[in-house]
């Protein structure tokens, strides 16, 4: 089975620090995700990437940043956390094939962040 | 816009009883659609998807859910619910966005399981 690890389940960080939420998947998948869930409001999507390198914001870039050095490693970086970036973040993985899996969704556990 | 739409924030049913999760989808192309489930502090767990072919599909747990074009919807059932099924519930569609396509997720429905 696909795995998607997300090292740091639970998080508390004080206003005005830099915060990194790490992500490896053991697949060989060449899309990840960095989803953030909050009640009443779903997933809502702040950067993806296609391959290593390669970035693209989502719906909800601002406050964030990503970075993607290798394949199996999808960080997302908050460079001075606010109060309002208190969230579930939920990291994701696909393969970009054309077969029957590809388009789905692999899942992390999910890291909870608090900022006081 | 894209978007998808899950009118029901909550509901409880009673062990046993059917269950439908609604789910509408607004977007122009041909939708890939997905259930995902998420027990509590766990990520989200793929239950079934829909891409071509047969409007109805089957997926774990025993659940299924219909496609129906006409409507724009994509609802979720189960014919006998468990204590286990009390979780949130995801529907999401697939669209095409920049060097690749993403996921759009509605708000989610949160079950319930009364004895």
């Known amino acids: 089975d696909v795995k998607v690890t997300q090292s740091s389940r639970y998080l508390v960080k004080r206003t005005g620090e830099k915060v990194f939420l790490e992500c490896v998947q053991d697949?060989?998948?060449?899309?990840m995700f960095w989803y953030r869930q909050d009640p009443g409001l779903g997933l809502r999507l702040i950067y993806f990437s296609y391959d290593v390198k390669m970035k693209e914001k989502g719906d909800i870039p601002e406050g964030y940043s990503v970075s993607r050095e290798k394949k199996e490693r999808f960080s997302l970086i908050l460079e001075s956390a606010s109060t309002n970036q208190t969230s579930m973040y939920l990291c994701?993985?696909?393969?970009?094939?054309?077969?029957?899996?590809?388009?789905?969704?692999?899942f992390g556990a999910g890291s909870r962040l608090t900022v006081l | 816009a894209q978007s998808v739409t899950q009118p029901d924030i909550h509901i409880t049913v009673s062990e046993g009883a059917s269950l439908e999760l609604r789910c509408n989808y607004s977007?122009?192309?041909?939708?890939?659609l997905f259930w995902y489930v998420q027990s509590p502090g766990q990520g989200l767990q793929l239950l079934l998807k829909y891409f071509s072919g047969d409007t109805l599909v089957q997926g774990i747990k025993g659940f299924e859910a219909e496609f129906k074009r006409s409507q724009s919807s994509f609802n979720l059932r189960k014919p006998s619910v468990h204590w286990s099924d009390a979780a949130e519930y995801f529907c999401a569609v697939r669209i095409y966005g920049g060097a690749t396509n993403k996921l759009i997720f509605g708000t989610g429905t949160l079950l319930a399981v009364q004895p």
């Open positions: 994701a993985s696909r393969s970009q094939g054309v077969a029957s899996g590809a388009n789905v969704l692999t």
């Open positions: 697949m060989d998948h060449e899309n």
């Open positions: 977007y122009g192309a041909t939708p890939y």
